[in-house]
């Protein structure tokens, strides 16, 4: 892979959220392509990734991050996308976190400590918003990284239910020297039907001088402008988008939203020229369909087991199958399912 010498920055970008399952390699360089700035990967969890062996695939033009024990794909990514995707981790240990940011970075253009996941898997773990309530935890793990590896270190956070503590919160995470702070406005036990807190992150974008990247505006953006508008009511520069990119990813063109079919379309060629597991390119577009798996044509799209039955919905089938022999041809590429 090539190298570049550029440092990520964090301002006035507009930015694809983490997302599990979501943010695998296909929906990334669809984001760019649409025009995001910056795109991060669906959260990693430390242990398992340490698992995993780098592997350079010249067949696919990737590195592979690979399991060693069951053979999946843990992380796959391209040059393509390299100096401008975040891999984003989960974690609750500097070393460990160490040990993963050391094996991707220089692969990656920047490394996300996730401190707002509220799952009960996280949770227990001490990881995501559990971080939250360990602030030297959370600080060693951040210190840690800026000590010793060479691309920007971030986090991503959720707010607390009181504004003061949050903005105390955050001043101690940038104490560290983190690049930038993506800020969710709900607080760990909010849903997403909850009014974000758009006050909050701009009371803490007025107290901190680094990036602030607002997040949690997906129910008031559904075209391109919302997003500026969602921007300037948070007082930053940056915006993280999630669910209105996943299910439509044209959001991020300033030429405004594309049809859906165009968008699967666009997605399904990126699943397949970089082999993406059929099971995680199905995930990825029923949560494009939506209610649309209601229709025949989504009805017969659920009943789809291969990427080929997938992309022949959408004419695509001869595309994948030129493809699979092309790859199979040229070796043994190793498709193998992603577990969620
Ligand atoms: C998420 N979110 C999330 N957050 C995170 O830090 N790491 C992750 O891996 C995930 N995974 C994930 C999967 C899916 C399917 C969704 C919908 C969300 C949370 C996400 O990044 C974001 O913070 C929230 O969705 C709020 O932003 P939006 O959706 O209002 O733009």
Not at 227 to 251: P, W, Y
Request: include cysteine; charge should be positive.
């Amino acid at each position: 892979m090539t190298k570049t010498n550029e440092r990520l920055t964090y301002d006035n970008k507009v930015v694809l959220a983490p997302m599990v399952r979501v943010g695998t390699l296909p929906m990334r360089l669809l984001a760019l392509d649409y025009g995001a700035d910056i795109v991060y990967s669906e959260e990693l969890i430390d242990w398992k990734f340490m698992r995993s062996v780098r592997r350079v695939n010249d067949v696919l033009g990737t590195v592979d991050f690979i399991d060693k024990s069951d053979g999946t794909v843990v992380f796959r990514t391209c040059d393509k996308e390299k100096d401008r995707v975040v891999m984003q981790l989960g974690t609750c240990d500097p070393q460990r976190a160490l040990e993963v940011a050391k094996m991707v970075e220089n692969d990656v253009a920047g490394i996300d400590i996730n401190m707002g996941c509220p799952k009960e898997f996280s949770l227990k773990g001490g990881m995501g918003a559990a971080l939250l309530k360990q602030p030297e935890k959370a600080k060693a793990i951040l210190t840690t990284l800026i000590q010793n590896v060479k691309i920007p270190i971030t986090c991503k956070i959720r707010v607390l239910p009181d504004t003061d503590a949050t903005v105390n919160l955050v001043i101690e995470l940038v104490s560290t020297g983190i690049s930038a702070i993506a800020v969710h406005g709900r607080t760990k036990n909010e849903r997403p039907q909850h009014q974000n807190r758009n006050e909050t992150i701009k009371k803490i974008a007025e107290s901190v001088s680094i990036p602030v990247i607002a997040n949690g505006g997906s129910r008031e953006i559904e075209k391109y402008s919302d997003i500026d508008k969602f921007r300037k009511e948070c007082g930053c520069t940056s915006v993280m988008l999630a669910r209105v990119a996943q299910g439509n990813c044209s959001i991020f063109s300033s030429r405004g939203l594309k049809p859906l079919d165009d968008v699967i379309i666009d997605y399904l060629k990126y699943a397949v020229d970089y082999d993406n597991a059929p099971s995680n390119t199905k995930y990825c577009v029923q949560n494009m369909l939506k209610e649309l798996q209601e229709t025949p044509r989504g009805k017969k799209f659920l009943e789809c087991q291969t990427l080929e039955q997938i992309c022949a919905i959408w004419n695509m089938g001869n595309y994948c199958r030129q493809k699979q022999l092309e790859y199979q041809s040229k070796g043994n590429f190793g498709r193998r399912e992603v577990t969620p």
